[in-house]
């Protein structure tokens, strides 16, 4: 059963070839981002309480997302195998996934590193910002994104590293490329 988790920063396109992996391997993708942004325009009170830190380009607390991904993961649509997408970010996250998945029996197959040069993703969240209208893709929200990537979610690829799940992938280039090259590197999964 092939469970990932995909690591990287925003505008690496996590999303874009988790989507697609998901529809090729028919295992759940599972976007935290994309579960906190349906939370705020429902209005629940997950909604509420996240949408101001969701909007300044903040992480949302550990405790709150971990809860998130407890439930989700338990769900059936999971029993396939999963993509994490934008979860874990801080090394608590990905400490809390290490217990709860050894607490069923389970464990990672592979953590997928998202490598892109750092032009590429001012590129690509340009880019996005014109053509999504995402309130947390305004420049100034950006560089706080991409700040808080390298002090809270970077130490994660020598946490995954020491663990032996690393697998660096080239992210650069056309998405179907990379789909290519993210397929090649999981036949053995
Ligand atoms: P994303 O679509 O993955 O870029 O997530 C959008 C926003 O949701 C982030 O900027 C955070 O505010 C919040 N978020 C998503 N995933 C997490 C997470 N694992 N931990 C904390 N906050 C998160």
Known sequence: MLKLVFLGPPGAGKGTQAKLLSERRQIAHISTGDMLRAAVKEGSDLGKRVQTIIDAGQLVPDDLIVDLIRERISQSDCERGFILDGFPRTVAQAQALQRMLGERGESLSK??????????????????????ARADDSAEVQEERLRIYQEQTAPLIEFYQNLGLLHRLEAGGAIEEVQERLVQSLVDE
């Open 111 to 132: 953590v997928v590193f998202f490598n892109v040069r750092r032009e590429d993703i001012r590129n690509r969240l340009d880019h996005r910002r014109g053509n999504e």
